[in-house]
Nanobody, 126 residues
């Protein structure tokens, strides 16, 4: 079993920055893709960003230019640097991992991920 544990969430003013971390532990696995999703109150969980094993990165239009995803394979950790935060970025952020890469159109779907973290709250005040 693989465990994903997120950290780094919190309360920040609009325009501020946060860096989320997701540490993977448990049995060894090769994640073809790791991603961040988010879910705001009353809304569906949505794709934010993902990174492939080859360090290819993809972003939702709403965060492009403000967020950056990266991974440290030696530490089995993926990061999400969030800059120029807006109140609409307020949500619970979830880390996810997939053992397959099926192309970005498919990997935007949360059902394509095998493992999920418990989530970390990000609140951006205006």
């Amino acid at each position: 079993q693989v465990q994903l544990v997120e950290s780094g969430g919190g309360l920040v003013q609009a325009g501020g920055s946060l860096r989320l971390s997701c540490a993977a532990s448990g049995r060894t696995f090769n994640s073809a893709a790791m991603a961040w999703f988010r879910q705001a109150p009353g809304k569906e969980r949505e794709f934010v960003a993902c990174i492939t094993s080859g360090a290819g990165t993809y972003y939702a239009d709403s965060v492009k230019g403000r967020f950056a995803i990266s991974r440290d394979n030696a530490k089995n950790t993926v990061y999400l640097q969030m800059n120029s935060l807006k109140p609409e970025d307020t949500a619970v952020y979830y880390c996810a991992a997939s053992q397959l890469w099926l192309g970005i159109a498919t990997m935007r779907r949360l059902t394509k991920y095998d493992y999920w973290g418990q989530g970390t709250q990000v609140t951006v005040s205006s």
